[in-house]
Structure formats: structure tokens, C-alpha cells
């Protein structure tokens, strides 16, 4: 009887959190009053089953994730890597490419800017792509598209540079602040920002985050690694050398 009703409890418990409602409706009413009692009767007695039964769920959620995110790795590989709309750092030739997903307001991000300035100083051999995930509100929208726009008046290295390295509170003001301070035309730059295709970019790269399993910055993309988070320099190396040696 234990038996029988954990295994029932499990059932119900899985099907409750993943919202199966197919899995119910493969009981009649009465079946299902019964296990409801049976579930109810079993946890009060043993508890522990809520934890066990949510913990095993999580884990093939997370499990389902990654593999999602491995086929997006390969079925995507020219937007991560190839996307001529992404503004790009380093050898325009070189046969490794990092790709960051970053957010001008981020810390960690801002943490990162050094050691990647670090990696393309010393590897002629690396190209760093940089994709806009602006996750942190609305001041974070308005620096990823002033930066996207700056381009139009070959300003895009000053500002970004700027920004990055800005330490305070990078809101509007502060942006445009900077983006005159950098010697941008700062009207124009507004203009520049409502450009459809700038939004258009913005979606086209939350989209991909969201199909990586990216739920915030900084994120990279190494050959066929996920990188999650900040990382330091020795790590950020060794994940760059793994990559070359795979063929």
C-alpha cells in the first residue's frame, strides 16, 4: 500500500506542477477523489515526497533546457556567430569568434570589459561580438539603442568604450551626457535611435538569448559552450584554447 500510493502521489504531484491536465483526465472522477484522498493521507505522513517529487521535476526541466540550448548552439550558429548586423571587436579574419550578450548597466558586465580588452590585446587570432541583451530596464534600452545608432557616425568604439566604463548611474541623462562628451551629434543620435531596424536587432537578439537559455548578463558563446556569467581571465583563456582544439 506505501508503495502503491507514493507512486500515485508522484504521478499527481508531477502532473500538478507541470500543469498535465491530460494526465488527469485519464481518471474518472471517482479515481480520482480516491488518489486525491490517497495523495492527501500519504503526505501527511510522509511530507518529504513534495520536496523529492518538485527537486525531480526541476531537474528534468534544467535537463530539457540544456539540451534545448545545445540544438540552438548548432542550429543557430550563423546568427550567434555571422550576424553582419552585430558590432564586432578584433581580427575581422580570425578563426575564433566570442560572442557576448551584454547590458551597459550591468556590473558583471563592466567587470568583464578589462579582460576582454586583455584577450583581443594579446590574441591576434580573436574577434569578440558584441550583442545588445538590454535586461536591466528601461535606461538599459535606451544605451543599447544609442549605441546601435552611433554607428551611423563611425562613433560606435567611443561610445561604447564610455559607457562601459562609466561608473555611476548610467540613466538617460548620463547617456546622452556621454554620447556628446564622445563628440556625437546627440539629436541626430535620437533620430538615429528610432530607426526601425535598431528595435528590430533588439528583438531578433532577445529572441536568440531566449532560445539559449540566456536569463541575463554577461553571457558568451565559446565554439560550442554556453558561458553563463562572468569569468575570469585564466578561465575566459582556457575556455578559448578548448575551442580551438576542437576540430
Known amino acids: ?135 536591466l530596464g528601461p535606461a538599459s534600452v535606451v544605451a543599447a539603442r544609442a549605441a546601435l545608432a552611433s554607428r551611423a557616425q563611425n562613433k560606435y568604439a567611443a561610445l561604447h568604450d564610455a559607457m562601459m566604463g562609466f561608473r555611476g548611474s548610467l540613466d538617460e541623462a548620463a547617456i546622452f551626457r556621454i554620447a556628446s562628451e564622445v563628440g556625437l551629434d546627440v539629436a541626430r543620435l535620437r533620430r538615429d535611435m528610432e530607426a526601425p531596424e535598431i528595435g528590430q536587432r533588439l528583438q531578433k537578439i532577445a529572441a536568440l538569448a531566449q532560445a539559449l537559455q540566456i536569463n541575463g548578463t554577461p553571457a558568451f558563446v565559446i565554439g560550442d559552450t554556453l558561458v553563463p556569467g562572468a569569468v575570469d581571465l585564466a578561465t575566459m583563456r582556457s575556455l578559448i584554447a578548448e575551442a580551438r582544439a576542437k576540430p
Open 1 to 135: 500500500m506505501k508503495i502503491l500510493a507514493r507512486a500515485l502521489a508522484l504521478v499527481l504531484l508531477a502532473a500538478a506542477a507541470s500543469g498535465a491536465a491530460g494526465a488527469q483526465e485519464a481518471f474518472t472522477p471517482a479515481q480520482r477523489d480516491a488518489i486525491r484522498a490517497l495523495l492527501v493521507e500519504t503526505l501527511r505522513s510522509q511530507p518529504e515526497l513534495v520536496l523529492e517529487a518538485l527537486q525531480s521535476l526541476e531537474q528534468r526541466q534544467e535537463e530539457a533546457q540544456r539540451a534545448a540550448a545545445k540544438r540552438t548552439l548548432v542550429e543557430r550558429r550563423r546568427d550567434i556567430f555571422e550576424d553582419a548586423g552585430d558590432p564586432s571587436v578584433g581580427n575581422p579574419q580570425a578563426r575564433t569568434v566570442l560572442v557576448e550578450f551584454f547590458d551597459y548597466r550591468c556590473p558583471y558586465c563592466k567587470q568583464m570589459d578589462a579582460p576582454l580588452k586583455a584577450l583581443l590585446s594579446a590574441d591576434p587570432d580573436l574577434r569578440i561580438v558584441r550583442k545588445d541583451l538590454p535586461v
